[in-house]
């Protein structure tokens, strides 16, 4: 299939395109975004921890009890500020594509919220990476055990003292991510529609 013909076809197919990536970022406000397993002698099943967009869940006792040993900060809900206005933005995002579907030649309605998916990805990764980095390196220097500063990967596995530690995105972050391919694909399918137009239009005054 030509690039011309593939992008007719999203043409064509725009509302239920639109549909689909609208239900797709809806279900990723209630999926799991990230994840991290640590395991050790002592917990060979694992400890886990799992972000969803408006909490943080899994073992977090245990590893708060854990991570106060080597003077770590507590992980909560409260600490994590930003979760209290993801799923909003996501919600906000999914109703922008629906009314999308019903206005076909409104273009902001399909551009914006490919610029804000665009935008809580690069601004949502940067957050995490400064998270990260703050767990590792705003240490208690009074802590019972004390270890050199780091910062653990957003994903892979790492070794973080006597814990191996597996970190891993989950649903939450890869349906976004695939509802903004869908969208960029509607935005140039309209662009291409719009130009095909106007060059039709200038060939008959013509």
Known sequence: MR???????????RTPVLLVAALLVAAAT????????LVSTQYPEGLRMIVYPAR???????????NHYIGMMPISDGFFVELRYL??????????LVLATATRYTRWLTMLPLAVLAGLGVGG???????????????????????EPFTPPMIGLNQI???ATYSYFSWGFFLPL?????????????????VIGVRGALLAVA
């Open 3 to 13: 690039i011309a013909e593939f992008f007719r076809a999203v043409s064509r197919a």
């Open 30 to 37: 209630v999926l799991p975004v990230w994840g991290m397993v």
């Open 56 to 66: 943080v869940a899994g073992d977090l006792a245990e590893i708060n009890t854990l």
């Open 87 to 96: 799923r909003p933005v996501l919600l906000g995002v999914a109703v922008a």
């Open 125 to 147: 990764l940067g957050m995490m990476r400064y998270r990260l980095w703050q767990f590792g390196h705003q240490l208690d220097p009074q802590a019972p055990i004390t270890i």
């Open 161 to 163: 003292a006597q814990f």
């Open 178 to 194: 695939a509802a903004a391919v869908l969208l960029a694909l509607v935005v140039v399918a309209d662009r291409r529609r719009d």
